[in-house]
């Protein structure tokens, strides 16, 4: 049997992992509005955060991006990305 202390921990280590969960989820839908902000700094910080969160969903995510931004900068910096990500996940 489990004694209180692992109890403890195991429920303290699933709470953990729920919010975790959580905050990823709210992360990545905040990153993924800011991506197609009116503010230039926002866009380029939303870049960053999906540079290092490759999937799937962040390449086709940036190509209706990349359809999308004017900014001859950071459709470059999104280029590069797309291509990185695509080279990583096959």
């Known amino acids: 049997m489990m004694g209180p202390r692992t109890r403890a921990l195991l429920l303290a280590l699933g709470v953990g992992t729920a919010l975790g969960a959580v905050l990823a989820q709210h992360s990545m839908g905040r990153h993924r509005r800011d991506l197609f902000s009116a503010h230039p700094l926002r866009r380029l910080s939303a870049l960053g955060y999906l540079n290092g969160h490759p999937s799937?969903?962040?390449?086709?995510?940036?190509?209706?991006?990349?359809?999308?931004?004017?900014?001859?900068?950071?459709?470059?910096?999104?280029e590069g990305i797309v291509r990185r990500m695509e080279a990583r996940l096959g």
């Not at 962040?58 to 999104?78: F, G, I």
Request: no cysteine.
């Open 56 to 78: 799937v969903e962040a390449v086709r995510l940036l190509r209706d991006y990349l359809s999308w931004e004017q900014h001859p900068m950071l459709r470059r910096r999104a």
